[in-house]
């Protein structure tokens, strides 16, 4: 394989979760995933857990109006796992945790994005740690974003096999709703990475499919 076609192999991964997780912004749908290019973010994935149910949280008429605690919701509180061996190079705690929006309050929530915009790709990401991990013998970085508040267990320098526990799926940042967004890309500052593809065992599921949790057969 070329040098180049090798910068663009898809990173494989695991997935960061122990259930079933739903799929949004999948770039198996579009690239960019999710309709910006903005810190490297160009094939990112969403995962959002799901209850016994298949669930991210009860919905009510209330659901539909107003803006929910965090703590309603499946994925909240949830072990985040390492999706690959590596290294920790990079950790950011301090976000606060904000309530979620579904139905109306979304809409409204969408609306303030250029406030979260100003700060960045911090803004967005909220919470968050970045490993690297090895790619046929080119560095790569995965970053998990949206942790929760307080959760972080990994520090700076700190090696890490997959599926150890890094921290917990958290709203924090640009989140509408507690999940993990996964991402890949080719050097440690997202500011002047570029994005890199990434992979799951069976391939990158679309939005709306389900990714198996880590160690269950394929959930799609």
Same mark, same amino acid.
């Given at each position: 394989?070329?040098?180049?076609?090798?910068?663009?192999?898809?990173?494989?991964?695991?997935?960061?979760?122990?259930?079933?997780?739903?799929?949004?912004?999948?770039?198996?749908?579009?690239?960019?995933?999710?309709?910006?290019?903005?810190?490297?973010?160009?094939?990112?994935?969403?995962?959002?857990?799901?209850?016994?149910?298949?669930?991210?949280?009860?919905?009510?008429?209330?659901?539909?109006?107003?803006?929910?605690?965090?703590?309603?919701?499946?994925?909240?509180?949830?072990?985040?796992?390492?999706?690959?061996?590596?290294?920790?190079?990079?950790?950011?705690?301090?976000?606060? %945790?904000?309530? =979620?929006?579904?139905? &109306? @309050?979304?809409?409204?929530?969408?609306?303030?994005? +250029?406030?979260?915009? /100003?700060?960045?790709?911090?803004?967005?990401?909220?919470?968050?740690?970045?490993?690297?991990?090895?790619?046929?013998?080119?560095?790569?970085?995965?970053?998990?974003?949206?942790?929760?508040?307080?959760?972080?267990?990994?520090?700076?320098?700190?090696?890490?096999?997959?599926?150890?526990?890094?921290?917990?799926?958290?709203?924090?940042?640009?989140?509408?709703?507690?999940?993990?967004?996964?991402?890949?890309?080719?050097?440690? %500052?997202?500011? =002047?990475?570029?994005? &890199? @593809?990434?992979?799951?065992?069976?391939?990158?599921? +679309?939005?709306?499919? /389900?990714?198996?949790?880590?160690?269950?057969?394929?959930?799609?």
């Amino acid at each position: 394989m070329s040098a180049a076609r090798g910068e663009r192999a898809p990173l494989g991964l695991v997935s960061p979760l122990r259930g079933a997780a739903l799929v949004r912004n999948s770039p198996a749908d579009r690239v960019p995933s999710h309709g910006t290019t903005l810190g490297a973010s160009t094939c990112a994935i969403d995962l959002v857990p799901l209850d016994d149910l298949g669930r991210t949280a009860p919905y009510t008429p209330m659901s539909f109006l107003l803006p929910e605690p965090p703590e309603h919701f499946a994925g909240f509180g949830l072990e985040v796992l390492a999706p690959a061996d590596g290294t920790v190079r990079h950790v950011h705690d301090g976000d606060a %945790d904000h309530r =979620a929006h579904r139905g &109306l @309050p979304s809409v409204l929530y969408a609306r303030t994005q +250029r406030r979260r915009l /100003r700060r960045g790709w911090q803004g967005l990401a909220g919470n968050h740690v970045v490993l690297e991990v090895a790619r046929g013998g080119r560095a790569a970085f995965a970053v998990l974003c949206h942790l929760q508040q307080g959760s972080i267990a990994v520090g700076i320098g700190q090696r890490v096999a997959a599926g150890e526990m890094l921290a917990r799926c958290g709203n924090s940042g640009n989140s509408m709703e507690p999940h993990v967004h996964v991402q890949a890309m080719d050097g440690l %500052d997202p500011g =002047a990475a570029a994005a &890199l @593809p990434l992979t799951f065992p069976g391939g990158v599921p +679309r939005a709306g499919q /389900r990714l198996a949790g880590a160690g269950e057969a394929d959930g799609r």
